[in-house]
């Protein structure tokens, strides 16, 4: 079971008396080692309650007496071997007897890089216990995770366009963006309600919702606007790069929702499968009657070729680039 899933469902599930948590990503091993805490031992459990061993120096006798001893003030004992690749090594047979019959008095946790899945022990744990798989996760995977996260964690909506954009700014790190996820509700405050437009002001620090400020006045018509405010950003520091993938990552939604009205949706149905939040939908269909089906059709090469150009296919320096760009955006349509 991926950790995502298992972050998911176990505040329904009860302990398993036996684990193996693998993978690298720190952040979602450490919030699955909680969790199985909290499941065996109850919401207000701490640490003392935890006992943890150094897989490399680790006795079995110790692990299993603290195991199969009696809990004091607490429903059982939960016994986590830390970096457990080396101890599993040398006690597999031993391992694999104890995932048999475990004790019913204890909750044993193996912590390890990597864990097979084709091994007997492996096999018995999933028989008997659950295996977590904590490797990073597909970048697909994330938005929907983050939605949930901050319902769960945060008592927050948090809009799909706002997570996806959330993804695009920090990438594919989860701890990073469980961090933005609560401060971003912590932004919100009782309205519990995150956008794009916060996610864009507190995690870009102004500079996505500047960049949308400019493709929106180019593919208006207003291209000195455009131009002014590029000016202003590349003054500012913000790296050209940088400006063409937000450049993008909004643009591609102008092509998508313009591909879908060509195929007889509406404006309104457009928007929303391109991914474009409702508020949203009037200025797409100004960008699409300044721009034209034609110009509309090209957005995606336009910004290849812009893209390709600033990383070393043109010797043009990356401002006049932008600036090409924009005006292309900005001028007339001609269809």
Known sequence: MHAFEFLRSSATTGARPIYAVSGDDAYLRDESLKRIARQALGEDADDLSVTR???DEARLSDVLDELRT??????????????????????????????????????????????????KLAKLVEKAG?????????????????????????RAKLEDDAARLLVELVG?????????????????????LIRREDVARMVGAGR???????????TTGKGREALADLDHL???????????AGMTYSLQKVHHAGQ????????????QRAGIYAGAAEKTGRQHAHLGPTRVDR???????????????????????????LVQLARPRQD
């Open 53 to 55: 061993f150094d897989g």
């Open 299 to 325: 957005l995606p090469g336009l910004l290849l070729q812009a893209d390709l150009d600033l990383k070393g296919d043109s010797q043009l320096p990356p401002r006049v680039i932008l600036e090409r760009l």
């Open 208 to 218: 996505v919702e500047k960049i949308f400020a400019i493709v929106d006045d180019a």
């Open 234 to 244: 590349l003054g500012s520091g913000d790296h050209p790069i940088k400006i063409i």
């Open 70 to 119: 009696l809990p004091f003030l607490a429903k059982c004992r939960v016994v986590i071997v830390e970096g457990a690749d080396p101890f599993v090594t040398a006690h597999r047979k031993e391992l694999e007897s104890y995932a048999e019959k475990p004790a019913k008095s204890g909750v044993l946790v193996l912590s390890v890089k990597s864990w097979p899945g084709n091994t």
């Open 172 to 192: 594919p790190e989860v701890g990073l963006l469980a961090t933005e996820v609560e401060k971003l509700a912590v932004y919100v405050g009782e309205k519990a």
């Open 260 to 271: 879908l009205r060509r195929a007889r949706l509406d404006l309104k149905e457009a928007c």
């Open 130 to 154: 659950l295996a977590i798989d904590c490797k990073a996760p597909d970048e697909r995977e994330l938005p929907g995770w983050l939605v949930q996260l901050a319902k769960t964690q945060s």
